[in-house]
């Protein structure tokens, strides 16, 4: 079965601070996909990356950064130099890949809570 | 692209009431996924279609629920009858085919409170 674990419920964090949001996943499949998606107090989802299970390596975009490490099945994203815009639920999320490409039928984590205080 | 769009934003309905969710995909999208989102079980997917075919639906909670996608542009999720526990944000989403892989688009969700 999968899935995937987010055991930071929340994290408080005064601005300027780095701060890492911990994913772990479970899956039986070789192939598969792994997602972030921010959820600020509006409440919408917006998508943040995707990776493939074939592509361990790290990524940065601006002051993120994601660390990809199938030996012990995480995903953690940092966020350098944190802005109070940053506060927001995150998700991780897992795809399972199935024909040749991916169904994007996601399993997401419960989510990790990040207030960045001014 | 406009994106995925929901309606209504908002929904406030009583106990016993039939309920309707609207979901208009991207154009494209062949796939459409109907998700909910609770305090107690967080995101949760409840069904998915594939070029307008249901494919998996044992998120469905039970037969209560029941969701349709008539054409390529257009999904319903109705409840009937709802109930109090049936509140929650409900999520619809949109992806393109296989080979084309992205991110599932989401819409803006409803939120829905039976009293």
């Known amino acids: 079965a999968q899935k995937v674990t987010q055991a930071q419920t929340e994290i408080s964090v005064v601005e300027k601070e780095d701060v890492t949001l911990d994913c772990v996943y479970e899956?039986?499949?070789?192939?598969?996909?792994l997602f972030w998606y921010k959820q600020p107090p509006s409440g919408e989802l917006v998508f943040l990356i995707r990776?493939?299970?074939?592509?361990?390596q790290n990524e940065i975009s601006g002051r993120y950064s994601w660390n990809f490490q199938k030996s012990t099945s995480s995903f953690n994203f940092t966020i350098t130099a944190s802005q109070v815009v940053d506060s927001a639920v995150y998700f991780c999320?897992?795809?399972?890949?199935?024909?040749?490409?991916?169904?994007?039928?996601?399993?997401f984590g419960t989510g990790t809570l990040l207030a960045v205080q001014p | 692209d406009a994106g995925v769009i929901q309606s209504p934003r908002h929904e406030v309905t009583e106990m016993g009431q039939e309920v309707t969710l609207r979901c208009k995909p991207i154009?494209?999208?062949?796939?459409l996924f109907w998700y909910r989102q609770t305090m107690m079980r967080g995101l949760e997917l409840l069904i998915y279609?594939?070029?307008?075919?249901?494919?998996?639906d044992s998120g469905m909670p039970e037969d209560r629920f029941s969701a349709k996608m008539p054409n390529a542009s257009f999904s319903t999720l109705k409840i009937q009858p709802s109930e109090p526990r049936d509140s929650a944000v409900y999520f619809c989403?949109?992806?393109?085919?296989?080979?084309?892989?992205?991110?599932?688009?989401f819409g803006q969700g409803t939120r829905l409170t039976v009293v």
């Open positions: 989403a949109s992806t393109p085919g296989r080979g084309r892989n992205t991110e599932a688009f």
């Open positions: 899956t039986r499949d070789t192939t598969y996909y």
């Open positions: 990776r493939n299970s074939f592509d361990e």
């Open positions: 999320a897992l795809s399972e890949a199935k024909y040749g490409g991916a169904t994007n039928k996601l399993i």
């Open positions: 154009s494209g999208h062949d796939y």
């Open positions: 279609f594939n070029n307008n075919v249901p494919i998996d």
